[in-house]
Nanobody
Framework: QVQLVESGGGLVQPGGSLRLSCAAS????????MSWYRQAPGKQRERVAA????????NYADSVKGRFTISRDNAKNTVYLQMNSLKSEDTAVYYC????WGAGRSEYWGQGTQVTVSS
């Protein structure tokens, strides 16, 4: 059974930092591209950062470039999202996503972790 478990969310003041973690189990982690998505109230879910399985290359939404960093530790089956210089508009539920196109497409989601940026 595949599980993605996010942690690290919480309340932070504008300008502050948080580090999200997503621990994966039940899958061959190194074969999956990992992404962080977020969904704010009344808005569509959007991808904020991704790290590709094969190359390790990363890409980011324009809104978080230069502030967020995605990384992965294949030995720990964990993906991270370091979030710096947080803004009120970063407030959302953040979701971890695992995707592979190996023997057919497989995709999994975590349950989400709340990030609230407020003074």
């Amino acid at each position: 059974q595949v599980q993605l478990v996010e942690s690290g969310g919480g309340l932070v003041q504008p300008g502050g930092s948080l580090r999200l973690s997503c621990a994966a189990s039940g899958l061959t982690f190194s074969s999956y591209s990992m992404s962080w998505y977020r969904q704010a109230p009344g808005k569509q879910r959007e991808r904020v950062a991704a790290i590709i399985s094969a190359s390790g290359s990363t890409n980011y939404a324009d809104s978080v470039k230069g502030r967020f960093t995605i990384s992965r530790d294949n030995a720990k089956n964990t993906v991270y999202l370091q979030m710096n210089s947080l803004k009120s508009e970063d407030t959302a539920v953040y979701y971890c996503n695992a995707l592979t196109w190996g023997a057919g497409r497989s995709e999994y989601w975590g349950q989400g972790t709340q990030v609230t940026v407020s003074s």
